[in-house]
């Protein structure tokens, strides 16, 4: 996992839309190592574990590998584990770290206005509940990543875009409270975490055997399950996932075609332009044209 951060500034434009985006991230912290790592963000957001941090934004973060804590003036020191959520409040006390013998991996994002305060004021999210467990999931994935990439790539408008994905997170967010009952009940429920680890992994040489151990089912079972539930095999969901990423690259970015490939986890650039002219009827270099 890259480590990107960026914090972002506000106009009347994004004010007036109701929900921005303040600032968004991922990091890998390994284990033993100092957290938060220093001289790597704003004064207003550096904070130590004896004294803590109270900030002016909504924060939403989502640990997706490894544990740690959370404390706020709300809510006890609670223990944090993959899977989990956390909301930080504006004007609200509170400190966290990842566990030093696990360290932790981490999406989060910043925002503010007037639709999410309407939110937190009606009660769909509690203060005193502020670790919410929503699982490996790949939508909420999905939403961290476009948030970052359309970020990186700034261009014009994209504040309202990433605007609608931090809509989309709150409310899967929510979704996972509501359902929790129902989505703990359904024994096909780890299929959502194998679509997460397939979202996450689609750059990387991916064993589906291995990711059938992790989900400690027997592969003919997880392949059964997984088509279940999707319509598709795994080794699909992932060729459409690393495919759709490739559209994205094409189409938003200069970046050679041969490197399009490798990054989304293709073997060879002639495996990959022939599945992508078979899905897109094109040939990657004449859809990079069509710009």
């Known amino acids: 996992m890259i ?12 004010e007036n839309w109701g929900l921005y985006i303040a600032s968004a991230g991922v990091s890998t912290v390994q284990k033993h190592q100092p957290y938060p790592v220093l ?15 109270i ?13 740690g804590v959370l404390e706020t003036q709300y809510q ?71 948030i970052i990439e359309t970020i990186q790539k700034a261009n014009m408008g994209y504040h309202q875009i990433i605007s609608a994905c931090g809509l989309s997170i709150l409310a ?10 129902e989505n703990s009940n359904n024994p ?25 151990k992790q989900l400690t089912v027997s592969y003919s079972k997880f392949r059964k399950d997984f088509k279940m539930v999707t319509g598709v095999s795994p080794n699909q969901f992932l060729i459409e996932i690393r495919l759709n990423k490739a559209k994205e690259l094409l189409k938003a970015t200069n970046i050679p075609i041969c490197e399009i490939a490798g990054q989304t986890g293709f073997d060879t650039l002639f495996y990959f332009s022939r599945l992508f002219k078979k899905k897109f009827n094109v040939a990657p270099t004449f859809y990079r044209g069509l710009k």
Request: proline share 3%; net charge positive.
């Open 3 to 14: 480590s990107f951060h960026k914090y972002l500034g506000k106009s009347a434009t994004e």
């Open 39 to 53: 001289n790597t963000h704003p004064n207003t957001h550096v904070f130590t574990w004896n004294r803590g941090r």
């Open 55 to 67: 900030l002016n934004d909504y924060y939403l973060i989502y640990i997706t590998k490894g544990g």
């Open 76 to 146: 006890k020191e609670t223990i944090v584990s993959e899977g989990d959520c956390f909301f930080l409040y504006p004007g609200t006390w509170h400190r966290y770290r990842p566990n030093i013998e696990t360290g932790w991996e981490e999406y989060w994002i910043g925002f503010n206005g007037y639709y999410p305060q309407k939110l937190m004021e009606a009660g769909f999210f509690n203060k005193k509940k502020a670790v919410i467990n929503v699982g490996l999931s790949s939508d909420l994935l999905v939403n961290f990543q476009s």
């Open 172 to 181: 899967l967010v929510y979704n996972s409270i509501a359902y929790r009952e």
């Open 188 to 212: 096909l429920q780890y299929i959502s975490k194998a679509k997460f680890l397939l979202q996450e992994a689609y750059g990387r040489d991916v064993n589906m055997t291995k990711i059938a």
